[in-house]
């Protein structure tokens, strides 16, 4: 009888030939992915064939080979002739790895395996359901059933007596449910918020039933939790779920679960949520594909406007540890590593199934909770008062209140305020670098994912990621020239945000006005070549404010100057980054051909010699900032779209450090940035 996996498998991988499991068969590596890293986040991601694979390969390989292309190859390995495919690349000298040194010159039936690259993985595989061991079988059931330590749930417990005994005033940032207090308004429950007014109740919550059969896990409207008691959030990685997922929450699929969600269909990270909220004593979770309507837009833009209040508003935050839905809370048993994966490949015109089977490769160094690295997780993060942190060896509490991870953590956003406005911003602008460094799925929702943390601190004077209250300094962003290699930057293929926005590229981003501030500490005096802000605004992508935009525009008079660009030599600054050229352009003077300035583009692969282009003054430096390194002052690089008599309509191109021969060209203008 075939056996069929329940978890997903990516593209790349169904499109291994079939050909190349076959016996007798040349020994020809197929190129499975053109990066490992690629290949990493496709195991990070829940494709099961990719996680057997990445779980397999040997240390110190896996943090090592980033750019690398990954290939697959064939080979008898050990004595009883199982074959087994090698994941390989081709790293001219690879890391001192005794075992695959010895393994690979083994002889095998007098034969022995030869590699055309570096092996740095093995796995089985077999063609025949039957020789899948009983062990790996986890075929029919979707979750793998097993219960953690109660130590865990007594610890956690213990932690949130603890903090609300003693937090009240720093980790109850909403009055609930230490007092019960709620109050009735416009037949809407509200729960009553410290010092910001009433906070509206998520619109649904999971109920998440007991043991009896007859009280099942359903879906039920969120107000019934300010009358029963608080409510937890789950905050995980999606990975690989199908649009058409059973657990999701759609209009199809509302009725069903708000009589009963069948615990059969949630993947491993959901179904641990629920039973994890049972064993710590709690009624209800927030899990955003199970509380919004995954197939209505109008519902996700009215919840995502509301992130804030909803994270604020919780008792505490289950941080799971797997990098993806199908992984599990603590991701220790993790059923994608100790099931075999299924593949359905093409074999002539039909279609014949490979079975890869599990090694039990120990993992010798744990990879940083995938969570980390997430856009959507990083406000959620922010926004929770107290967090629950699974990792594969162990669970972390964290709190306002105790204090710990402020260092990554800006835990005390309610704090932010009382700083004067240099500390402020610098924390503020802060937050926005580590946010730009994390990734999305959605491009669409970078504005979006972010907006929970913006509408908190910042309110309506925040425009797109523009601080009408701190303009210049928003504006004088820049591409993190130190992590080219990583990420090099791009811009969306769909809109995002205006260029003048920090989250119209694809690419970490640092503020050097905004971070100057702190050993600056006061402003600077204004100066007689400071800009003007005119008007500033942005058109919402819905009628829901929830920071997505469809359209922008900032309208300023500054000093332009029209340039041209020209090759970086010799370099204009001596600055810390200054062994970058790759991105980089001086800009020069029309007629004589003067360096005026030297321009980081936000997009590396747009630099060329011979663009015409107008560059903006927006800062002009300090005596310490011009001594250091010769520069004069800082602005943009425009890319004039239409030029009238009264201004200019530009679109941004990059961020610019002036020589002081600028002040000697300049004339003011009035500029509309789109």
Not at 65 to 70: G, I, M, R, T
Not at 378 to 391: H, I, N
Not at 455 to 482: H, I, M, Q, V
């Amino acid at each position: 009888m075939a056996l069929r996996t329940a978890w997903p498998t990516c593209m790349t991988c169904e499109a291994i030939p079939f050909a190349f499991f076959h016996n007798g068969a040349i020994n020809k590596p197929h190129r499975l992915w053109p990066t490992f890293s690629a290949f990493a986040n496709s195991a990070s991601r829940g494709c099961h064939t990719c996680t057997l694979l990445y779980e397999a390969v040997r240390e110190p390989f896996k943090h090592q080979l980033d750019d690398e292309p990954v290939y697959l190859e064939r080979a008898t390995l050990d004595g009883d002739g199982a074959q087994a495919i090698a994941l390989t690349i081709t790293l001219v000298s690879p890391p001192n790895d005794g075992s695959w040194a010895e393994s690979s010159q083994k002889p095998t039936d007098g034969q022995r395996p030869s590699f055309q690259f570096v092996p740095i993985a093995d796995i089985k595989y077999v063609l025949d359901a039957k020789d899948v061991p009983q062990g790996a079988r986890h075929f029919k059931e979707l979750i793998s059933l097993y219960v953690e330590d109660d130590g865990i749930y007594r610890y956690i417990k213990q932690s949130l007596t603890t903090c609300l005994t003693n937090h009240n005033s720093t980790c109850n940032r909403v009055m609930f449910p230490l007092s019960g207090r709620a109050s009735q308004r416009d037949n809407v429950v509200n729960i009553v918020h410290g010092d910001q007014g009433l906070v509206v109740a998520p619109t649904r919550l999971v109920f998440v039933g007991s043991e009896d059969s007859k009280d099942p896990p359903r879906i039920l409207d969120g107000q019934e939790c300010l009358f029963k008691g608080g409510y937890l959030i789950l905050s995980y990685c999606w990975g690989m779920t199908p649009k058409d997922a059973a657990w999701q929450l759609t209009t199809r699929t509302i009725q069903q679960f708000e009589t009963e969600i069948p615990l059969t269909v949630l993947p491993q990270t959901l179904h641990d949520a629920i039973m994890w909220t049972r064993k710590l004593g709690e009624r209800y979770i927030w899990i955003d594909s199970m509380c919004i309507l995954q197939d209505s837009t109008e519902d996700w833009q009215r919840e995502a406007s509301r992130m804030a209040s909803i994270y604020g508003s919780a008792t505490m935050t289950l941080v799971a540890a797997s990098s993806s839905v199908y992984g599990g809370m603590t991701d220790r048993r993790n059923p994608l590593r100790n099931s075999a994966a299924s593949l359905d490949l093409q074999d002539g015109s039909s279609k014949s199934r490979v079975y890869l089977l599990p090694n039990g490769q120990p993992r010798n160094a744990p990879l940083p909770p995938p969570t980390d690295s997430r856009g959507w997780c990083y406000q959620e993060d922010l926004l929770s008062s107290r967090l629950v942190k699974m990792t594969q060896n162990s669970v972390l509490w964290q709190c306002v209140g105790a204090g710990n991870e402020s260092a990554t953590r800006a835990q005390n956003l309610e704090q932010l305020s009382k700083h004067p406005p240099y500390r402020w911003y610098t924390l503020w602008y802060r937050l926005i670098e580590r946010y730009s460094n994390k990734s999305l799925t959605n491009p669409k929702d970078k504005l979006l994912a972010f907006y929970g943390i913006a509408c908190d601190k910042a309110g309506r004077a925040y425009l797109a990621g523009f601080l009408e209250t701190d303009p210049w300094a928003s504006l004088l962003w820049c591409r993190d020239e130190n992590q080219i290699q990583r990420r090099p930057g791009c811009r969306y293929e769909e809109y995002v945000a205006p260029t003048w926005s920090w989250a119209s590229i694809d690419a970490p981003v640092l503020f050097y006005e905004a971070n100057a501030r702190h050993w600056r500490k006061p402003q600077l005096d204004p100066s007689l070549m400071d800009p003007e802000l005119h008007h500033a605004e942005v058109q919402t992508a819905s009628s829901f404010d929830t920071g997505a935009v469809k359209s922008g525009s900032i309208e300023i008079s500054a000093y332009v100057v029209m340039t041209r660009t020209a090759s970086v030599e010799p370099f204009l600054f001596n600055t810390k980054q200054g062994a970058h050229t790759y991105g980089r352009r001086n800009c020069v003077d029309l007629l004589t051909g003067e360096a005026l300035g030297l321009i980081v583009f936000d997009v590396a692969l747009e630099s060329k010699d011979g663009i015409l282009l107008c560059c903006a003054l927006l800062q002009t430096a300090d005596t310490g900032l011009r001594e250091k390194n010769g520069t004069a002052g800082l602005g943009l690089a425009l890319s004039v779209q239409e030029e009238t008599p009264t201004h200019l309509k530009c679109t941004r191109v990059g961020y610019v450090q002036f020589t002081s021969a600028f002040g000697t060209l300049c004339h003011k203008r009035c500029i509309e940035l789109s």
